[in-house]
């Protein structure tokens, strides 16, 4: 939230790659979205959820291992807000987060999850590397 993709694929090198390879990047918050009805109670009835995650052939979510205050561990579960329109992100934390998180998981379900694990710990004169 409150960041650019476009200029994240700039900055990180991730625009000369694709191009290298020949890869699409898609920044999904320029994305069109459709609203998609969800099939379980909670705080929202439908979820905007950006068309080329829907019309993909095989959907990948690689979240990095961490905590949230309101939630204690989403692992991979909340990651997938990144396929939602801007609004509806900033909507799920007005909301009761836990089962806005199990209604946008009951909508789309990730062909492969990949957590990293890593975490970087930065100690004076030294990196260490936990895993």
């Not at 994240?8 to 625009?15: D, H, I, K, L, M």
């Not at 068309?51 to 052939?57: I, K, N, Q, S, Y």
Request: net charge positive; hydrophobic share 45%.
């Amino acid at each position: 939230m409150g960041y650019s993709a476009t200029k994240a694929f700039e900055y990180c090198g991730y625009r000369d790659m694709a191009s290298r390879y020949g890869l699409n990047l898609v920044d999904l918050e320029r994305d069109e979205f459709v609203k998609k009805p969800v099939r379980m109670e909670g705080p929202f009835k439908s979820l905007d959820i950006a068309r080329t995650v829907l019309e993909c052939d095989f959907f990948i979510n690689v979240p990095l291992m961490k905590a949230h205050n309101e939630t204690l561990i989403t692992c991979s579960l909340k990651n997938l807000k990144g396929i939602l329109s801007r609004s509806m992100k900033t909507a799920f934390h007005g909301v009761n987060l836990h089962k806005a998180i199990a209604q946008l998981n009951s909508v789309l379900i990730p062909h492969l999850i990949i957590v990293d694990g890593l975490q970087e710990i930065y100690i004076p004169r030294a990196v260490m590397i936990l895993w």
